[in-house]
């Protein structure tokens, strides 16, 4: 399970929940997270891609 950044709305100030995530392509290993807001129903989209760190198992994300 991933735990996405937190992104705040910009109009209400409150932290964005998690709508959908998006594979980009095939094969690759990069998202696209989308988020909304759930007073006033804005949404988002961030990229990120999975990195592997060395000498960890599993991988972090990185915005791209």
Known sequence: MST???????GC?????VK????????TDSVTV?????ICKTETE???KHVDSPGRSGSTLSPI
């Open 4 to 10: 996405w950044p937190v992104v705040m709305c910009p």
């Open 46 to 48: 961030r990229h990120h």
């Open 20 to 27: 959908a995530v998006v594979e980009d392509r095939p094969g």
């Open 34 to 38: 989308i988020y909304e807001c759930q």
């Open 13 to 17: 100030q409150v932290p964005m929940g």
